[in-house]
């Protein structure tokens, strides 16, 4: 049974970093496109970012030069770095597949950017 689950998240001021981390059980993350997703409040939820098996990136245009993703595959984790956040970057993130979310939504972590 694959189970995602999502961590790192947070309130920080504009301007400000985190790193989301996502680990995975029942699945190879290094074999898989993964992406992070977000919903914000009234929001469909929509892919940010995304990995290939061979690390090949792809991010949306709202946080291209902000974030960062990357993988640990002998952890099985996947990460989000988010730096310079702005407001406009509070959401639920989600970790699931890159291509299409296959899996079981896990929980989410919550970002709230705010002064």
């Known amino acids: 049974q694959v189970q995602l689950v999502e961590s790192g998240g947070g309130l920080v001021q504009p301007g400000g970093s985190l790193r989301l981390s996502c680990a995975g059980s029942?699945?190879?993350?290094?074999?898989?496109?993964m992406g992070w997703y977000r919903q914000a409040p009234g929001k469909q939820r929509e892919l940010v970012a995304s990995i290939t098996s061979v690390g090949g990136t792809n991010y949306t245009d709202s946080v291209k030069g902000r974030f960062s993703i990357f993988r640990d595959n002998f952890k099985n984790t996947l990460y989000l770095r988010m730096d310079s956040l702005k407001p406009e970057d509070t959401a639920v993130y989600y970790c699931n597949g890159g291509r299409v979310p296959s899996y079981s939504w896990g929980q989410g972590t919550q970002v709230t950017v705010s002064s």
């Open positions: 029942g699945l190879s993350f290094r074999s898989l496109i």
